[in-house]
């Protein structure tokens, strides 16, 4: 069992910056790929930014350039700092393990049409974190 707890986010206006942190504990030797997912009414929910262990990131293509994910594996918490922040960035944002990658090493989609960053079957959720970015 793995526990997420998430820190961060807010309110900021069009193209400022925030931080979100989720702190993970329990067995994160297996559940050890991470995720940050966005919900919102517009799209539901998509996985925007995953990361491997040996820190290879992949991103979902509208928050390239601008979010970067990153791990401290010491102390095992999970980090997304997203710039350039524009109103469609809004939503709850939710962090999660798995025990399989969520994202694939060479930088690829899943399959044809779909995600760069998969949505965990089997895996643990943070509790969520909204951000809102105004105009």
């Known amino acids: 069992e793995v526990q997420l707890v998430q820190s961060g986010g807010g309110s900021v206006q069009a193209g400022g910056s925030l931080r979100l942190s989720c702190a993970a504990s329990?067995?994160?030797?297996?559940?050890?790929?991470y995720g940050w997912f966005r919900q919102n009414p517009q799209k539901g929910r998509e996985g925007i930014a995953g990361?491997?262990?040996?820190?290879?990131?992949n991103y979902e293509d509208s928050v390239k350039g601008r979010f970067t994910i990153s791990l401290d594996n010491f102390e095992n918490i999970l980090y997304l700092e997203m710039n350039s922040l524009k109103p469609e960035d809004s939503g709850v944002y939710l962090c999660?393990?798995?025990?399989?990658?969520?994202?694939?090493?060479?930088?690829?989609?899943?399959?044809?049409?779909?995600?760069?960053?998969?949505?965990?079957?089997?895996?643990?959720w943070g509790q969520g974190t909204r951000v809102t970015v105004s105009s």
């Open positions: 999660a393990a798995d025990y399989r990658p969520l994202i694939k090493a060479d930088g690829t989609i899943w399959y044809p049409g779909g995600p760069s960053v998969r949505t965990p079957l089997n895996g643990y």
């Open positions: 990361i491997n262990p040996d820190g290879i990131a």
């Open positions: 329990g067995d994160t030797d297996t559940y050890k790929y």
